[in-house]
């Protein structure tokens, strides 16, 4: 009886066992974030696998209207319908699916309906589905929502040991590095996974004190800073102050690099071999002094003097500007900023924005005027000689206009006079030709009545015995009168005759 019973069961088994095997199974997931801001986008994406090749699909994505509004989609038709046939049979499928959220509240995004059949003999698979919740929100919900958290976990450098010990509260440490060192890597691990921070890993140093700021953002945006000294040790410094700072002679050819146009070179300086910038053109030995805070300027070195470079970039042009204090014809002296540095400059007016400088051309090692744009910061040569010329000319041409009319002015003057003069000429003419007119018209009566009677001869010789004063009083005329008959003829004439 036993025996007959295992035998049923082991051929149960045969026909059991391989439909087991050959079932195949597979998921439908839906990802994607969980809170998006109201008005923003967001994507979703649905991905398809199995471990069995698939050989088709067909899938249908739901969401609720009212929360999400699609805006693109990969799917075959373009909307959240996957419908699908594999040629060669795939184990996965993914598409993407983005929304637009219109309001706040809580919804969901799933794939009810769905199914997939194998490639190698198209039994149906079988599938299991997820959903994504999704959370809408204000921008304020979101900010208020973010991480205040802007410490730091740990600090410190490689090899080192910092101090004090780190305090998540402290944020002044200092460290001794070895002379001759040129970088140090500093590690700093935020409290908070969602903070960013700035100012670690690998960072380059130099001989003496070395100011390094590591920063630490928590995801609100707020932000902390924490200050680490490196101090590398420097056996032998060079000292040295300039206008009342004092730097550090930089003794390490990598902790000091040359401006453009210039190469590599060395001076000596207290015993001492150190790197240096020299420009043949210009004659200029270049070496790099670090202030108390770690910066690094560059100084014009010559015979132990030391006078602080100071280049100025223009658009075409590298010049470094010279003390000049002369005033430049038809402009004025002045002070001012050119790229942060104080200059003496001539220019037009205080208004404009254009200054003259006298300056040395790095690339070609001439001295000459240069007109400084400072809106566009850029230079270009100027021609001082021209300048003058112009003011020359000008010159000429205002002397020119001055003579002329210095002369018409002495011109209208002579004429004024002149005119004065002919109108007393001519009232001095006046009084003679009358006078002359009258005697001339008395000899004529006298000779027109020669044969007259002894009447008239009376009349003539009581005439002759007209009192003297009389005669003198009829001989005479008044200006006026004089002046009348000359410019009106035909009375005076008339007047005459009356006589």
């Not at 280049?311 to 204090?325: A, F, Q």
Request: glycine residues 4%.
């Amino acid at each position: 009886m036993k025996k007959i019973k295992f035998i049923v069961s082991f051929f149960l088994a045969l026909v059991v066992l391989p439909a087991m095997v050959n079932a195949a199974s597979g998921t439908v997931s839906v990802t994607g974030t969980s809170t998006v801001v109201v008005n923003n986008k967001v994507t979703v994406t649905v991905n398809l696998s199995s471990s069995t090749a698939i050989g088709s699909w067909e899938m249908q994505l739901d969401y609720d209207k009212k929360f999400l509004q699609l805006t693109s989609s990969s799917a075959e038709a373009g909307g959240t319908k996957m419908v699908d046939v594999s040629k060669s049979g795939v184990k996965s499928k993914k598409y993407t699916f983005t929304f637009k959220a219109l309001k706040t509240g809580s919804t969901k995004v799933s794939v009810d309906m769905y199914e997939a059949y194998a490639f190698q003999d198209f039994s149906e698979i079988s599938l299991t589905s997820s959903s994504k919740s999704l959370k809408i929100i204000t921008q304020e919900e979101l900010e208020a929502s973010y991480s205040k958290d802007n410490d730091l976990k740990d600090l410190s450098v490689e090899g080192y040991e910092i101090s004090p010990a780190f305090s998540k509260d402290n944020l002044n440490y200092s460290v001794t590095v070895p002379e001759g060192t040129t970088s140090v890597n500093v590690i700093a691990t935020p409290n908070d996974s969602k903070s960013s921070i700035s100012g670690a890993g690998s960072v380059e140093v130099t001989e003496g004190s070395n100011n390094l700021s590591i920063v630490v953002r928590a995801e609100n945006g707020s932000e902390k800073t924490y200050n680490l000294v490196v101090e590398v040790v420097d056996a032998n410094p060079i000292n040295v102050t300039v206008d009342k700072e004092h730097y550090t002679v930089i003794k390490l050819r990598s902790n000091y690099v040359c401006p453009e146009l210039y190469e590599e070179s060395e001076v000596e300086i207290e015993g001492f071999k150190v790197p240096s910038c020299y420009n043949e053109k210009i004659n200029y030995n270049l070496v790099g002094l670090k202030k108390d805070d770690g910066t690094v300027e560059s100084f014009i070195y010559e015979k132990g003097k030391y006078t602080k470079y100071n280049e100025v970039t223009g658009t075409s042009l590298k010049i470094v500007i010279l003390d000049y204090d002369k005033e430049l014809p038809g402009l004025s002296k002045a002070t001012s900023m050119i790229d942060g540095e104080s200059y003496a400059t001539n220019i037009y007016e205080q208004k404009d924005n254009y200054y003259v400088v006298y300056g040395l051309n790095v690339a070609t090692g001439k001295k000459d005027f240069y007109l400084y744009d400072a809106l566009n910061n850029t230079f270009a040569l100027y021609n001082n000689d021209q300048v003058e010329d112009l003011i020359n000319t000008n010159k000429t041409y205002l002397y020119v206009i001055v003579a002329f009319g210095i002369g018409l002015l002495l011109a209208i003057i002579c004429i004024i006079k002149l005119s004065l003069k002919n109108k007393k000429n001519k009232k001095e003419l006046l009084k003679e030709p009358i006078t002359e007119e009258v005697k001339k018209e008395e000899v004529k009566k006298k000779k027109e009545k020669p044969a007259k009677e002894v009447k008239v001869k009376e009349e003539k010789k009581e005439t002759s015995k007209i009192d003297v004063n009389e005669i003198k009083e009829l001989t005479e005329d008044n200006s006026d009168e004089t002046e009348t008959y000359y410019l009106f003829e035909s009375d005076r004439k008339k007047k005459h005759k009356k006589k």
